[in-house]
Nanobody, 126 residues
Framework: QVQLVESGGGLVQPGGSLRLSCRFS????????LGWFRQAPGKEREGVSS???????TFYADAVKGRFTISRENGNEVSLQMHSLKPEDTAVYYC????????????????????WGQGTQVTVSS
């Protein structure tokens, strides 16, 4: 089981930026993906972005392309840099890991991820 801890959430005005961090324990394989998901009140959880640990391929939801960037940092950390934030980005953000068999087609499917962090709240409001 991979342990995950998110941080970096908070309150930001529309148009602002935040950087989320996900620190994780050791992977037993390099075939893992690490994904960011979010869940807004009254809505289903949705995939935001994902990165493959082995080769660093990245994937983004259409709603965040060009505004969010996922990166593998030094050590056991993946970040999500968020710019031009909108009120509709307000949600609890979770990081998760799993071995996603078909990364191109299934990176956003939360059923592919086994271990989850506790979440961090992001609120975009004036």
């Amino acid at each position: 089981q991979v342990q995950l801890v998110e941080s970096g959430g908070g309150l930001v005005q529309p148009g602002g930026s935040l950087r989320l961090s996900c620190r994780f324990s050791e992977f037993t394989s390099d075939h893992y993906s690490l994904g960011w998901f979010r869940q807004a009140p009254g809505k289903e959880r949705e995939g935001v972005s994902s990165i493959t640990i082995r080769d660093g391929r990245t994937f983004y939801a259409d709603a965040v392309k060009g505004r969010f960037t996922i990166s593998r940092e030094n050590g056991n950390e993946v970040s999500l840099q968020m710019h031009s934030l909108k009120p509709e980005d307000t949600a609890v953000y979770y990081c998760a890991t799993g071995i996603v068999v078909n990364e191109e087609e299934e990176w956003y499917d939360d059923d592919e991820y086994d271990d989850w962090g506790q979440g961090t709240q992001v609120t975009v409001s004036s």
